[in-house]
C-alpha cells in the first residue's frame, strides 16, 4: 500500500545563499525612511524599481551592462518616477479607505511627489544601509562553511555511502563600484565588504534588490564558490543563473568529496535562501529548495538551516527562532 504522507527530504549536498537581505542587512528599511521622509505611498519607490525589470537601470547595474556614473542615475532617477506604479497603488489605497477624493490622483500630485527623490541620494541610502552583517545569518554562515569542510575531510569520495558533508555557496545580484567612487555627500564609498573577484580597478557589493553589501570581513573566500551577477552578466530570477549555479556547486562538491569525481548534484539535494519571492518562485520552478528569509526574522532561516544539516537546535545560533522560514 502507497503511504499518503509526502516523500523524505532529499539530504542536502549544497546550501546557496544570496547575500542582501540574508547574509548582510535589506537595504528595504532604509528605502521606507526615505519614503515616509519625503511622504511617498509606502512601497512606491521598491515598486517603481521592480516595475522597470528587466531592463530597468538597476537591473542593467546589476548585469555589469551599465556604469555607476551620472548616465546611471539619470536612468534610474527616471525608473522611480514610474506614473503607472503610482496610479495603481493610489487606487488600491482609495479602495483601502485609506486614501479620499481626488488626493494623489491628479498629475500635479505626482510630479510634486516624485520630483522631490532624488536618485543619488536614494541610491546611496540604500547602500549605507546595507554594508552591516546580519547578526543572525552571517554567523550561521560562518559556522556552516566550518562545519561543512570539516565533514567532508573527513569523507571518503570513493564511498558507496557518503557522510553528510556539503557545500556553501552564494548567489548574489550585485553591481561593481569603480575603485575610488564617491556618495552624494561627496564621502569616499567604503562598501565595507568586497563580493567577488573584482574587475581591474574595481571593487564590488551587493546591491538593494537583493538587499546590499557590507560587513567587516572578505565575504567571498568565506564561500566554496560565489556568484555575482555583474560578473556573469546574469542576475536572478534569470532560470540560466540557477542552472550556472548548480554546475559550480557541483564543482565544488566534487572538490571536496561531497560527490564523486563524475556525479552532479540534484537540485533537490540544494537549499537555496532568499528574501525575494520571485527568486524563489523561479529557483524552485527549477527544482531547487527554498527557504524565504523574512526581514526582521532572519533568526526563523537559521532553524532551517540547523534542521537541513542535521545539527541540534540552537547549534548555530543562540535563543530565538519559530515560525515563519519554510523548506
Known amino acids: 500500500m ?40 509606502a512601497g512606491y519607490i521598491n515598486s517603481a524599481i521592480a516595475a522597470a525589470a528587466p531592463n530597468g537601470a538597476f537591473q542593467r547595474l546589476e548585469r555589469g551592462e551599465m556604469r555607476l556614473d551620472d548616465a546611471f542615475f539619470e536612468d534610474f532617477g527616471r525608473d522611480v ?17 485609506q486614501e479620499a477624493g481626488d488626493r494623489g490622483s491628479r498629475k500635479e500630485d505626482f510630479d510634486e511627489a516624485t520630483q522631490r527623490i532624488d536618485a543619488k541620494a536614494l541610491f546611496w541610502t540604500m547602500m549605507r544601509a546595507a554594508r552591516h552583517p546580519d547578526p543572525h545569518v552571517f554567523p550561521a554562515v560562518q559556522a556552516l562553511v566550518a562545519l561543512g569542510r570539516a565533514r567532508s575531510t573527513a569523507a571518503s569520495p570513493s564511498a558507496a555511502e557518503r557522510n553528510d558533508a556539503f557545500v556553501v555557496g552564494a548567489l548574489s545580484n550585485a553591481v561593481v563600484f569603480p575603485e575610488g567612487v564617491r556618495d552624494e555627500r561627496g564621502e569616499l564609498f567604503d562598501a565595507g565588504v568586497v563580493l567577488g573577484r573584482p574587475e581591474s580597478g574595481a571593487t564590488a557589493t551587493a546591491t538593494c534588490s537583493s538587499g546590499g553589501g557590507g560587513a567587516s570581513a572578505a565575504i567571498p573566500p568565506l564561500f566554496d564558490t560565489f556568484l555575482h551577477s555583474a560578473h556573469l552578466g546574469l542576475r536572478k530570477p534569470d532560470p540560466r543563473v540557477y542552472a550556472l549555479a548548480l554546475e559550480r556547486l557541483t564543482l565544488a562538491a566534487r ?16 537549499l537555496f535562501l532568499d528574501d525575494i519571492g520571485a527568486n524563489l518562485k523561479v529557483a524552485r520552478e527549477c527544482g531547487l529548495r527554498t527557504c524565504k528569509v523574512e526581514i526582521g526574522r532572519t533568526q526563523e532561516a537559521v532553524r ?15 535563543a530565538g527562532g519559530g515560525r515563519g522560514a519554510k523548506l
Open 2 to 41: 502507497m503511504s499518503s504522507s509526502s516523500p523524505p527530504t532529499p539530504r542536502t549536498k549544497a546550501l546557496l545563499f544570496d547575500i542582501g537581505g540574508v547574509v548582510v542587512l535589506s537595504p528595504l528599511a532604509a528605502i521606507t525612511t526615505y519614503e515616509q521622509s519625503l511622504n511617498l505611498p
Open 81 to 97: 518616477r514610474n506614473r503607472g506604479v503610482w496610479a495603481r497603488m493610489v487606487a488600491r489605497r482609495k479602495s483601502e479607505g
Open 255 to 270: 572538490e571536496r568529496g561531497v560527490v564523486g569525481a563524475d556525479e552532479r548534484l540534484r537540485p533537490d539535494e540544494v
Open 304 to 318: 532551517v538551516l540547523e534542521g537541513a544539516v542535521g545539527v541540534e537546535r540552537g547549534a548555530l545560533v543562540g
